[in-house]
């Protein structure tokens, strides 16, 4: 039997994550946050403090693997439960400069892939409608403002106790922008025939109606 491959693709902070996880839970595939894996790999690679030159013979044994658990998809580095400790905007930023580096993103392609044949899903990236499902049955490029975006991360890390300001904030998402649009290896953009939603002046929940909206009717199709 076919599955069902959504795509959904955007900038940082545009709340592609969150906005899946609710949209999947209500149409009952599973979330899948590629993201999470280049996280991942920029920890193996921070923490073991791996020079350039050295990444594309050390990926072997970075051991990513994504798991779900009670529904929800958590990320391990080996036996390490890692998704709270790949949230860090230190490793953010590492995550925007390692997925530009082909080996790394050769690396994780089929374990997205595989995933994508196996099951109904919902991809968020940001190369996924255009490199790795570009043959998705709905391809979805989620934006929100540079502002917008960082007035929700500020709002987010307002409670702790080293949160940045909104303007070192805003400054980071121009920053990985720029890095995710001009990288030569699968840059940031909409796909042809993707469709796009702009949450600028949506909440969560109109946000996700929308996508709901967007999937049931292609799907019926």
Do not use: W
């Amino acid at each position: 039997m076919k599955t069902v491959n959504i795509a959904i693709d955007g900038p940082a902070g545009a709340g592609k994550s969150t906005i899946a996880k609710m949209v999947s839970k209500q149409l009952g595939y599973i979330y899948v946050d590629t993201g999470a894996l280049y996280r991942t790999i920029a920890l193996y690679i921070t923490e073991n403090k791996i020079p350039d030159k050295d990444i594309e013979k050390s990926l072997g044994k970075a051991d990513v693997s994504l798991k779900f658990i009670d529904g929800a998809q958590r990320v391990f580095l080996g036996k390490r439960d890692v998704s709270d400790l790949i949230r860090t905007p230190e490793i953010s930023m590492a995550a925007s400069r390692t997925s530009a580096i082909p080996a790394v993103r050769a690396y994780l392609f089929e374990t997205q892939q595989k995933i994508a044949r196996e099951n109904n899903v919902i991809m968020d990236g940001r190369d996924i409608g255009t490199v790795v499902l570009p043959d998705a049955d709905v391809k979805i490029f989620l934006t929100a403002s540079a502002e917008e975006r960082a007035n929700r991360r500020y709002k987010e890390l307002l409670e702790k106790p080293d949160c940045p300001t909104y303007q070192e904030i805003l400054d980071d998402i121009i920053k990985r922008d720029y890095q995710d649009m001009h990288r030569e290896t699968a840059p940031l953009k909409q796909a042809e025939d993707a469709l796009l939603v702009d949450t600028t002046e949506l909440n969560l929940e109109e946000s996700a109606a929308a996508i709901v909206k967007i999937i049931s009717e292609k799907i019926k199709k």
